[in-house]
């Protein structure tokens, strides 16, 4: 005898399907447990502690029968665990943290070299601008070197000027002094000479007051005798 499936009965049978597929969701197993540390390598041993997952431990030793290691806490207890729960690196969950907290550190010094690259971009800028101050500051001072130079050589020709100045004039105050003294001469030579002269004239005078009386005479008798 063979069964037939109602094809009607499909469409429910494929909704159960789909509604169970829809209410299934992944899941991982996690990383956080913990081991217990014993006073030895069984589990007749007392526990001393829990040790929580990522816990750095010192090995001391090994028992390959027991599957214990004897371990040293970074607290200083020691104690026994079992060994498969040891491993040669941290976990991948602890590495992750340090890996993100590495990260962390580092975006923290990017933002803060950022910063100090801004401040130094901003202390580039500002040294610029100094620097332009400085050299327009420069060429003004250049500019004004120039004029003083200029004007020192100007003084200079000019200073030059006066010592030619002053010496013609010296020189014309000692033509001058010679000409003063040459009138001087002329003039005690001119009074002598009208002096004199004013002396032969008075003497001509004297000598022909005295001889026109006789003169006279002379003629007055050379008339009368006639």
């Not at 540390?37 to 010192?58: F, Q, Y």
């Not at 001072?141 to 100045?165: C, G």
């Amino acid at each position: 005898m063979t069964y037939r499936f109602p094809l009607r009965c499909v469409p429910f049978v494929l909704a159960l399907v789909l509604s169970g597929a829809a209410a299934a969701e992944p899941a991982w197993v996690t990383d956080q447990f913990e081991v217990l540390l014993r006073t030895g390598p069984t589990t007749n041993n007392a526990i001393v502690r829990m040790l929580g997952s990522g816990a750095r431990l010192e090995v001391l030793e090994r028992d390959e029968e027991s599957g214990y290691s004897r371990v040293r806490t970074a607290g200083g207890t020691e104690g026994w665990v079992l060994t498969r729960y040891l491993m040669g690196e941290p976990a991948a969950r602890e590495q992750l943290e340090q890996l993100s907290g590495e990260l962390t550190n580092a975006t923290a010094q990017g933002s803060s070299l950022g910063t100090q690259l801004q401040a130094i971009k901003s202390e580039y800028d500002n040294a610029t601008r100094r620097i332009t101050s400085l050299e327009g500051d420069n060429k003004s001072l250049l500019d004004e070197l120039e004029r003083i130079k200029k004007t020192a050589a100007d003084v200079l020709a000019i200073d030059e000027q006066n010592k030619d100045l002053r010496q013609d004039l010296h020189n014309a105050e000692t033509r001058i002094e010679l000409l003063v003294q040459e009138n001087e001469a002329l003039t005690r030579q001119t009074n002598r000479n009208w002096f004199i002269t004013g002396a032969l004239v008075l003497l001509g005078g004297i000598g022909a007051g005295l001889l026109l009386p006789h003169m006279r005479f002379q003629r007055k008798s050379r008339y009368e005798r006639f």
